[in-house]
């Protein structure tokens, strides 16, 4: 809406809207942005430079998590590849350097099913379901590890 009446050139009530989304939302990145050009453009240059500021402070912040988040998704495929690839101690100890989370402890759990630590295996599953009780996948999963073993 704020940017619709920025565009029907309502600039005031325009701030006056994105300044009530950043009292919700104060981390709202493109607020401050969209605030900061408002003002800008009708000569508040100390405010503008007020939320110019808090735009780069979360602009930044987020571009560290973004990449934060691709880096932990590249280990992730690199251990579902090593366990593709049958590299399994590799697999076990990249899994086990990653933050505790739902995709490292599955790929924990398989590592460790490969490598014969069934024990090992169920007990990260079960973390799994303690977090998830809806995961069926897992309790398929834990079903055919069952049924693998035998009685």
Do not use: I
């Given at each position: 809406l704020a940017?619709?009446?920025e565009g029907a050139r309502r600039q005031a009530e325009a701030i006056e809207l994105y300044r009530a989304v950043l009292e919700a939302a104060p981390e709202f990145l493109q607020a401050h942005y969209r605030l900061?050009?408002?003002y800008r453009a009708s000569d508040q240059a100390g405010l503008s430079a007020v939320h110019l500021e808090r735009f780069s402070t979360l602009h930044?912040?987020?571009?560290?998590?973004t990449r934060a988040e691709g880096r932990h998704v590249a280990r992730l495929n690199r251990g579902?590849?090593?366990?593709r690839e049958g590299r399994v101690e590799q697999a076990l100890a990249l899994f086990r350097e990653l933050p505790p989370?739902?995709?490292?402890?599955?790929g924990l759990a398989e590592a460790?099913?490969?490598?014969g630590d069934r024990d090992g295996a169920r007990r990260a599953i079960e973390v799994l379901l303690e977090a998830d009780p809806e995961r069926f996948d897992l309790r398929l999963l834990l079903d055919q590890w069952r049924l693998e073993e035998g009685p």
């Open positions: 940017r619709a009446l900061a050009r408002l930044a912040a987020h571009q560290k998590e579902w590849s090593l366990l989370g739902p995709e490292s402890l599955r460790l099913h490969r490598s």
